[in-house]
Nanobody
Framework: QVQLVESGGGLVQAGGSLRLSCAAS????????MGWLRQAPGKEREFVAA????????YYADSVKGRFTVSRDNSKNTVYLQMNSLKPEDTAVYYC????????????????????WGQGTQVTVSS
């Protein structure tokens, strides 16, 4: 299992931006597809974005498409989530997750797709 540590969460006004980071302990970080999921109070955890081990393919939930960008730097064992034009409904705990690449064409999206999780970082967007 890869150890994941998120950072960068905080309080921001609607329309503002935040950049989340997720640092991985694994030296073979480039073997993992990575994802971001979030969980708002009283709601189930939901998919936000995913990125292929190579960084060449990304996928987003419709609710964040055009506002959020996922990227990675394999030399730093880090994946990022740039969040722009934030809305109050983006308020949630954001989790970084990893799936060891298995050759699947599809990027991971469901909770069960991921084998490793970070502890989460709180993002609060005020109106």
């Amino acid at each position: 299992q890869v150890q994941l540590v998120e950072s960068g969460g905080g309080l921001v006004q609607a329309g503002g931006s935040l950049r989340l980071s997720c640092a991985a302990s694994e030296r073979t970080f480039s073997n993992y597809d990575m994802g971001w999921l979030r969980q708002a109070p009283g709601k189930e955890r939901e998919f936000v974005a995913a990125i292929r081990w190579s960084g060449g393919t990304t996928y987003y939930a419709d609710s964040v498409k055009g506002r959020f960008t996922v990227s990675r730097d394999n030399s730093k064992n880090t994946v990022y989530l740039q969040m722009n034009s934030l809305k109050p409904e983006d308020t949630a705990v954001y989790y970084c997750a990893a799936r060891r690449f298995s050759g699947s064409y599809y990027l991971p999206q469901r909770e069960a797709d991921f084998g490793s999780w970070g502890q989460g970082t709180q993002v609060t967007v005020s109106s």
